[in-house]
């Protein structure tokens, strides 16, 4: 058996977290609604008229896919073979799915996603600036 490489896997939990939040952005433009609304009405004007939450969501789920299914600018930004830079980025993404109703599901994927980026960080893992290409350490599976 193999080892587990949690970088490998944090980016198909985050990658599925970002498709889940574009999605649950386009049915928040067909049904707005804030997840906090039971507490307080005062947050209904960022999802209509003007659906500012749901852009928000949308942006962010796709600059997330953009950074885990990296474009070549984004791999060869220096900070990105650092497991706590895509962690930190999870967390900030996670904030407006947290807040928009349709989008809970992708918040807690991220935080998910975020733990194993920790985990793959305290094993001393880096980040292959190609998806899916091993490093030489990751190759060796000693």
Not at 47 to 64: D, K, R
């Amino acid at each position: 058996m193999g080892k587990l490489i949690k970088s490998h896997l944090a980016r198909l939990i985050s990658l599925s977290a970002a498709s889940y939040q574009a999605i649950a952005a386009l049915y928040g433009f067909l049904w707005p609604k804030v997840f906090w609304d039971f507490t307080t009405k005062s947050m209904d004007s960022a999802v209509s008229p003007i659906p500012y939450l749901q852009l928000a969501n949308f942006v962010s789920a796709g600059a997330v896919m953009a950074w885990e299914w990296p474009i070549h600018s984004c791999a060869q930004l220096r900070f990105y073979v650092y497991p706590q830079a895509h962690a930190v980025i999870f967390l900030v993404a996670a904030v407006p799915a947290s807040l928009l109703y349709q989008g809970t599901n992708a918040a807690l994927y991220y935080i998910i996603a975020a733990a194993f980026y920790w985990w793959s960080c305290y094993e001393g893992e880096i980040i292959s600036p190609q998806p899916w290409r091993c490093t030489e350490e990751e190759s060796s599976w000693a």
